[in-house]
């Protein structure tokens, strides 16, 4: 069974400068998919960055990037320049690649979460 | 703008009522999902459907039914509701049938069973 490790319950990140979230998982999938989502006070999940592991180059979506690292199951999430609305639970999940629908789950698999605080 | 939504928003209820909650989505998505999410354990899946008269248990099904009769709606039942069903309920979606995709979320449900 697939598992997802946060190991960074909270962090904290003075505004405009640049955080680095952690994020480890365990899996016998060669093939799979990772994903960041972002949830606000507002309790909405909200994706973030999507990463496909049969993908070398890292995924960036503006200011939010990954480092992805296959052979150590590792997908961190660096945000730069940090804004106020930054401020959120973000959580790290996991998906095996299905093509099957008639056997397999195409569900995501989460971490616990990271609660970062951006301070102004 | 195609969304998913949820309703209600808010739910009080009794221990023993039956209970449900809606998820409605307008992308056509075929894929959809029910999530569980509590302190200390992220979101977990309560059942998921790959399209029409679909339905799969995840992994913290017990005490929970759904049923796919459309493309867009996967409501979720609490057929007995008890104390340890207090939590807030996602609904989700992925546009396609059974493979890997982005799975959108809905605002939430906040439960509390008395």
């Known amino acids: 069974a697939q598992t997802v490790t946060q190991s960074q319950p909270e962090m904290s990140v003075q505004e405009a400068e640049t955080v680095t979230l952690s994020c480890t998982y365990d899996?016998?999938?060669?093939?799979?998919?990772l994903f960041w989502y972002k949830q606000p006070p507002s309790r909405q999940m909200i994706l973030v960055i999507r990463?496909?592991?049969?993908?070398?180059q890292n995924a960036t979506e503006n200011r939010f990037s990954v480092n992805f690292q296959k052979a150590a199951k590792s997908f961190s999430l660096k945000i730069s320049d940090s804004q106020l609305g930054d401020t959120a639970m973000y959580f790290c999940?996991?998906?095996?690649?299905?093509?099957?629908?008639?056997?397999?789950?195409?569900?995501?698999?989460f971490g616990k979460g990271t609660k970062l605080s951006v301070k102004p | 703008d195609a969304e998913i939504t949820q309703s209600p928003r808010h739910k009080i209820t009794e221990t023993g009522r039956q209970v449900t909650l809606a998820c409605h989505q307008t992308?056509?998505?075929?894929?959809m999902f029910w999530y569980r999410q509590d302190l200390g354990h992220g979101l977990r899946l309560i059942h998921y459907?790959?399209?029409?008269?679909?339905?799969n248990k995840g992994e913290v099904s017990d005490g929970y039914s759904v049923s796919r009769s459309n493309t867009e709606d996967l409501p979720l039942t609490l057929e007995s509701a008890a104390s340890s069903q207090t939590s807030v309920y996602f609904c989700?979606?992925?546009?396609?049938?059974?493979?890997?995709?982005?799975?959108?979320f809905g605002p939430g449900t906040r439960l509390t069973v008395l």
């Open positions: 989700a979606s992925s546009a396609v049938r059974g493979r890997t995709d982005t799975q959108y």
């Open positions: 899996t016998s999938e060669s093939n799979y998919y």
């Open positions: 990463q496909e592991a049969y993908k070398q």
């Open positions: 999940a996991f998906m095996k690649h299905v093509v099957n629908y008639g056997g397999s789950q195409g569900n995501l698999i």
């Open positions: 992308w056509n998505h075929n894929n």
């Open positions: 459907s790959y399209g029409v008269q679909d339905t």
